[in-house]
């Protein structure tokens, strides 16, 4: 009994468990967000035009070839994801943790022509682009973090299990 009490909770088991996810639903340039760990987790379904923006990396980029520790090693890749079309990050922002808006159009008036899609942080201007590269000049340090998570199909993601299997 003594060294039972030592395990964790059913409750803090929970907050820590893999959730699956039904992707199927989320049309082309639509994003989806569940909680994992008591974060939210977003799941953005690029469309072919989002995936062909990220081919060529801004020189703006801090860390366009993620070799900072901000993802599993089998999303250290141009699009930082499994398969090109599906992102999967934490949509907690690296500079002071808000939670980023997705703005996935083109040239926005407030965010410049230059802009190709991504992620927004209103309460410091942090951006990220449509792969959650962090732009230099703004506040936030790093890439937005993307959690482990393997397909169980074609259109479910299970997250907080990485691609080998094992939960993280």
């Not at 009490?5 to 699956?20: I, K, L, T």
């Not at 070839?65 to 901000?70: A, M």
């Not at 999967?88 to 922002?93: L, T």
Request: net charge negative.
């Amino acid at each position: 009994p003594f060294v039972a009490s030592f395990a964790p909770s059913e409750r803090a088991r929970a907050m820590g468990a893999a959730v699956e996810v039904e992707i199927g639903d989320i049309p082309p340039g639509g994003m989806k967000t569940v909680e994992w760990r008591g974060k939210p987790v977003w799941i953005v379904r690029r469309s072919p035009e989002m995936v062909a923006a990220l081919a060529t990396a801004s020189p703006d980029l801090v860390d366009p070839n993620s070799q900072r520790d901000q993802q599993p090693p089998y999303a250290a890749n141009a699009t930082r994801s499994l398969r090109p079309e599906v992102f999967v990050a934490v949509g907690i922002c690296t500079h002071l943790g808000c939670s980023p808006t997705f703005r996935p159009e083109v040239a926005p008036a407030d965010l410049g022509p230059d802009w190709l899609g991504g992620f927004f942080c209103p309460c410091h201007q942090s951006k990220f682009d449509l792969a959650g590269r962090v732009y230099s000049g703004v506040p936030a340090p790093t890439n937005l973090v993307i959690p482990p998570h393997k397909y169980a199909s074609d259109t479910k993601i299970v997250i907080g299990v990485g691609e080998d299997g094992k939960e993280s």
